[in-house]
């Protein structure tokens, strides 16, 4: 396994692959991997010729106050377990290669300030503004986006069609602790009583799936939702929001795939999860 972290080099091995026509899959990360990245990484390896993973805390998606700093970081035992799941190259750049000078961002609208990007503004200028750029040095035919950030993933796709980038966005299942909470580096930050309240949200968000299905109106469902869980010691409801699955809008009554969005704070953490909902 390859390990690159200049941008020029990894453009330049970028350009060989492509002028070999080998089909190039990349995983973007922010390290400290888990079942959940490396589910990601599996479908990369398997569906292309040779595979890229990005290891980059990107700076420009933390808001000032923002856990930048503590974000955890393993670059040793994360090249060790790429190297394990047969990746072919491992680029991770550093921060003053990637944003020297830099004034340019890329910025979307109607999608970015609901959800998550509610109280991370920024959030999604600084993926799209990163992504774009690792887009333009890997050059690879297709990404792969974890479901679990599953706005992140609307917004990939809805940029490469908006800005022409000819890579295709490939949306993989979250990966789940067994007690049901979704894997998520932040996960390690909670307290062990926290982390047994945690599994509460993927709880309540299939039974806010079961109402849906039952037939109750959606901002029903988001109350009776919000009223279980203000009952939970030291969780505390950021948003919980249901909207269509494709373009993320607030749905009709002729929209059938809906999808349940949730952030919650517990304790000082703050988690965010989502279900899919088909409608007869
Ligand atoms: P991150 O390192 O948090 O930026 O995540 C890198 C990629 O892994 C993103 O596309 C995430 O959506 C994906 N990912 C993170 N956690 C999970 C999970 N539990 N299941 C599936 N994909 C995930």
Redesign the pocket.
């Known amino acids: 396994m390859e390990i690159i972290r200049d941008p020029r080099q990894m453009h330049e091995r970028a350009m060989q692959i492509k002028c070999s026509e080998t089909t190039l899959g990349f995983?973007?990360?922010?390290?400290?991997?888990?079942?959940?990245?490396i589910?990601?990484v599996r479908q990369c390896v398997n569906d292309n010729d040779m595979s890229v993973v990005s290891i980059f805390v990107n700076p420009s998606q933390f808001a000032p106050g923002e856990d930048f700093d503590k974000y955890p970081r393993s670059e040793g035992k994360d090249t060790l377990i790429l190297e394990n799941e047969n990746c072919d190259i491992v680029f991770i750049p550093d921060r003053r290669d990637m944003y020297f000078n830099h004034l340019t961002t890329v910025r979307m609208e109607g999608i970015t300030e609901k959800l998550c990007g509610k109280k991370r503004p920024g959030h999604f200028e600084g993926v799209a503004t990163i992504v774009s750029k690792l887009f333009n040095i890997i050059m690879p035919q297709r990404a792969?986006?974890?479901?679990?950030?599953y706005q992140?993933?609307i917004v990939m796709k809805k940029m490469v069609f908006d800005l022409n980038f000819n890579v295709e966005i490939i949306g993989?299942?979250?990966?789940?602790e067994s007690d049901g909470l979704?894997?998520?580096?932040r996960n390690a930050y909670l307290k062990p009583e926290h982390r047994k309240t945690a599994p509460a949200l993927y709880r309540e968000l299939k039974r806010g799936r079961d109402l849906l299905l039952e037939g109750m109106e959606p901002e029903k469902v988001v109350e009776k939702m919000k009223d279980r869980l203000k009952d939970i010691k030291d969780l505390k409801v950021d948003y919980i929001d249901i909207l269509t699955g494709s373009t993320l809008q607030v749905p009709s009554e002729n929209d059938k795939h809906l999808r349940i969005f949730a952030a919650v704070y517990i304790g000082e953490t703050r988690l965010i999860d989502n279900i899919g909902v088909e409608l007869e």
């Not at 993989?172 to 789940?176: G, K, Q, T």
């Not at 979704?182 to 580096?185: K, L, N």
């Open positions: 995983v973007p990360t922010m390290g400290a991997l888990h079942d959940g990245h589910s990601l792969y986006f974890g479901g679990k950030d992140q993933y993989c299942p979250i990966v789940r979704a894997m998520s580096s």
